[in-house]
């Protein structure tokens, strides 16, 4: 198999893992409030808010000091390795990395992934986890 065909699946695959980290903060949020409104108590599930928290907590951290995720730079990475420098040839990958990776001054992510965390935090008082 090519080298570089094995790079490019790779750097999919971290893209691909990226999203579902991001889909896990976002949904989760979301299925909490849902879950405090609808008496769901599996959302009250202590481990799966700390998972939850830190996760944001790690997103707010990265904004607030300037730090690229990881994940990117790993992606970024192999697609150089690969020779890749943009998504041509993957449907998923272009899709991906157009929700992913979208422009903005970086105040306004500091300011979103903070309120964001913030609203994290509030969810924990008003839909308690379970001790």
């Known amino acids: 198999m090519d080298t570089n065909l094995i790079y490019l699946v790779v750097a999919d695959t971290v893209l691909l893992i990226h999203a579902l980290f991001v889909a896990f903060v976002i949904l989760g949020l979301l299925l909490v409030l849902a879950g ?6 599996w959302v009250r599930n202590r481990r799966f808010r700390i998972a939850h928290l830190a996760a944001i907590v790690i997103v707010v951290l ?7 995720c990881p994940l990117t730079l790993w992606e970024m990475n192999l697609r150089e390795k690969a020779g890749d420098t943009t998504y041509p040839g993957s449907f998923v990958a272009h899709w991906l990395e157009t929700l992913l990776y979208y422009r ?5 992510f500091i300011v979103v992934y903070t309120v964001f965390g913030a609203l994290v935090v509030a969810s924990w008082f008003w839909v308690r986890p379970r001790p």
Do not use: D, K
């Open 36 to 41: 405090g409104l609808l008496h769901w108590s």
């Open 62 to 68: 990265q904004s607030c000091f300037s730090i690229i």
């Open 104 to 108: 903005a001054p970086e105040w306004v």
